[in-house]
C-alpha cells in the first residue's frame, strides 16, 4: 500500500508494482490484499473481471503450472494516481515451450486509489507470443507465417 498524501508517498507507485509482480508466486494470495483494492478492475487479452475475489481466482489459476516467473520493467510514467510501465515477463510454464523459460513484452497500466492501493490494472501483450506461438504444431505454423509476412514486407 503507498499513501497519497500531499504529493509525497512512503513508497513511490513504480516500487509497489515491481514488488508486488515479482513477489506475488500464486500460493500467496493474500499478498493481493496489500496491491488491489476490493473493487479493483482488471483486464488483460482474455480476461475482463471486477472485484478482488475473482482477481484472485484468475491470479490462482493462472499461476498452477508457472515454473517461474519474472518481471523486468523498463519504463514508468506517474501522473497523479496513475502509472504505465512497459516490461518483459521471463516465464517458464509447464506445457509450454517444454516448460523452457521465455520471454513476453508488455505495458501495464494501473490507477491508485485515495488509500494506495490499485483500483485498476490493465494489462497490455501479445497474446500470441505467451501461448499460441507456444504450442507445438501451431507454433510452428504462426511462425512461419510471421516470417513469411516479414519477409513479403522487405
Known sequence: MISQGNGTSDLKMKE???????????????????????????????HDLKGLDRL??????????VKSIHFDFHEFVE????????????????GLQGGDPFDVEGISAFHFNSQGLVSYHRDYFDLGSLVYER?????????????????SSE
Open 16 to 46: 509497489a508494482i515491481i514488488s508486488a509482480f515479482n513477489e506475488f508466486t500464486g500460493k500467496n494470495l493474500a499478498r493481493l490484499d496489500r496491491f488491489y483494492a476490493r473493487d479493483i478492475h482488471f483486464i488483460d487479452p482474455v
Open 56 to 65: 484472485k481466482i484468475y491470479y490462482e489459476s493462472m499461476y498452477k503450472n
Open 79 to 94: 501522473e497523479g494516481n496513475k502509472c504505465t510501465g512497459s516490461w518483459t515477463m521471463r516465464l517458464a510454464v509447464l
Open 135 to 151: 504450442i507445438p504444431v501451431q507454433g510452428m505454423i504462426i511462425r512461419k507465417i510471421k516470417n513469411l509476412l516479414r519477409s
